[in-house]
C-alpha cells in the first residue's frame, strides 16, 4: 500500500519531529535576513552581505568532518533539544551590539552545530518511518521547507519595516527555543543508534567509506555543486534588490515548494530517475536572463522558476539510499545534509566575491553559468544505469 502524506502524520513522532524542523526553518530564514540585512547596512559590502547569511552553512564543512559521528552516538531526543537551544543562544548573541569580527566568528561556531543537527534530524526521521517511506516524508519536510521559507522570508521583510533587524534576530532566538521546548517535551526518549563514543576518527573513517565507491562519490557532488551554486546566486538577493529582497526569497522558496511536492508524485519512478539532469539545468538557467537587470517583480518569477529544479535533490537521495548500506543510512544522510549546506556556503563566497568586483547582476549570470558547466559535466554519471545484455548461450 503507498504511503499517504496522512499515513505519515500518523506515524507516532513524525509530528513533533515536523514542528521542530518548521520552526528551525522559520528561524533560520528569518535571521539570515536579518542578519544580511544588518552587515549590508553597516558595510555596504555584498561579499559580507553573502557570507553573513549562509557563513554557518559554510562552516558545516567543519562539523562534517568532526562531530558527524555524534549524530548516530547520542540520544536524539537530547541532541535535538540541545542544539535547538545551541541556537537559541547564538541568535541571541548576535543581536547584540558588536563589532564585526565578533558577528562573523559567531556566525562560523554555529555552523558545526548545524551540522550535527543535521545529522541528528534526518538519522531520527529514517529510525521512525519505514524504509519505504524515508522518500514521502522527505518530501513532506521539503513541501513544508517551502512553506516556511515563504512565510519566514514574508515574516522577516515585516519585522526588519517595524522593528529592525536586531528585534527580528530576537524574534527568530524565540523561535529556536520553542523548537528545543517541542524537542523535550514531545519526542519519545531513544537511545543512541550507534554505540561507541563520537571521535574524529570514526567521522573520518566513516566519510572515507562513504566516498571510495565512485558512484556514491559522483551523486554526492551532483547533490552538491550545482545546488550550492545556485544558492550563491540566491546570496545575492539583498544586494540586487534591497527593497525586494524578501519578495525575491518568498517566491523561491514558492517555486521549490512546487518541485518538491509535485515531481515525487507526478513522476513514475522510471520518470524519476531521468529528471535529475534536466531539472539541474532549470535550476540555473532562468538566473542567466540576470545579465539584463530584470526588475523585481520579474527578478522574483525567475527565481520562482528556477527554483523548481530544487526537486532534484529528492530524487537525488532516493537514489542515494539505494546505494549506501543500511547500517550506513544516517551517517550518510548527515554527510549530505552538512556538505550541500557547505557547498551552498562557498557557493555564495564566490559569488559575493564576483559581485564585489562587477555587479550582482553579473555575478549571478556567471555563477550560474557555473552551475550549468558543472552539471553537464556530471551528466553522464547521473544517467540510468542500463542493464547490459546478456550474451547467447552457445552450444
Not at 521583510?157 to 527568530?172: I, K, N
Request: hydrophobic share 50%; aromatic share 6%.
Amino acid at each position: 500500500m503507498p504511503t499517504t502524506y496522512a499515513s505519515l502524520f500518523r506515524t507516532p513522532e513524525f509530528t513533533p519531529l515536523f514542528l521542530v524542523s518548521s520552526a528551525q526553518v522559520a528561524a533560520q530564514t528569518m535571521s539570515g535576513l536579518a542578519l544580511g540585512t544588518l552587515v549590508y547596512r553597516a558595510t555596504d559590502s555584498p561579499l559580507l552581505s553573502a557570507l553573513a547569511m549562509f557563513g554557518p552553512s559554510l562552516a558545516q564543512v567543519l562539523g562534517a568532518t568532526t562531530l558527524l559521528s555524534a549524530a548516530d552516538r547520542l540520544p536524539p531526543r537530547t541532541a535535538t533539544a540541545g542544539t535547538a537551544l545551541a541556537f537559541a543562544a547564538g541568535t541571541v548573541l548576535l543581536a547584540l551590539p558588536a563589532p564585526l569580527w565578533t558577528l562573523f566568528a559567531l556566525v562560523l561556531a554555529l555552523g558545526p552545530v548545524a551540522s550535527l543537527a543535521g545529522g541528528v534530524r534526518w538519522g531520527l526521521l529514517n529510525e521512525i518511518l519505514p524504509e519505504d517511506a524515508y522518500i514521502p516524508g522527505r518530501s513532506v519536510f521539503n513541501a513544508m521547507n517551502g512553506v516556511t521559507q515563504i512565510t519566514g522570508y514574508a515574516a522577516g521583510g515585516v519585522l526588519l519595516a517595524l522593528l529592525s533587524p536586531r528585534g527580528t534576530l530576537l524574534t527568530a532566538a524565540a523561535l529556536y527555543a520553542t523548537a528545543a521546548a517541542i524537542a523535550r517535551l514531545a519526542l519519545a526518549p531513544r537511545p543512541p543508534r550507534a554505540g561507541g563514543r563520537p571521535s574524529l576518527r570514526t567521522t573520518w573513517r566513516t566519510n572515507r567509506t562513504l566516498l571510495a565507491a565512485g558512484p556514491r562519490r559522483h551523486l554526492y557532488l551532483a547533490l552538491w555543486l550545482p545546488n550550492g551554486l545556485i544558492v550563491g546566486c540566491e546570496s545575492l538577493y539583498v544586494p540586487y534588490a534591497p527593497g525586494h529582497a524578501g519578495l525575491l526569497f518568498a517566491c523561491a522558496a514558492l517555486g521549490m515548494l512546487v518541485g518538491d511536492v509535485t515531481v515525487p508524485r507526478l513522476a513514475t519512478p522510471a520518470l524519476r530517475a531521468r529528471l535529475g539532469v534536466p531539472l539541474l539545468l532549470l535550476l540555473a538557467a532562468p538566473y542567466l536572463l540576470f545579465a539584463l537587470h530584470p526588475a523585481p517583480p520579474v527578478a522574483a518569477a525567475l527565481a520562482a522558476l528556477a527554483s523548481v529544479g530544487f526537486a532534484a535533490s529528492l530524487l537525488q537521495q532516493e537514489r542515494l539510499m539505494t546505494l549506501t548500506p543500511p547500517e550506513l543510512a544516517g551517517h550518510a544522510l548527515g554527510l549530505h545534509a552538512s556538505g550541500m549546506p557547505a557547498a551552498q556556503g562557498m557557493g555564495a563566497a564566490l559569488a559575493g566575491t564576483l559581485a564585489q568586483f562587477t555587479s550582482p547582476a553579473a555575478a549571478m549570470t556567471v555563477t550560474a553559468a557555473a552551475s550549468i558547466t558543472v552539471t553537464l559535466a556530471l551528466a553522464r554519471g547521473l544517467s540510468p544505469v542500463r542493464p547490459r545484455p546478456t550474451a547467447p548461450r552457445t552450444g
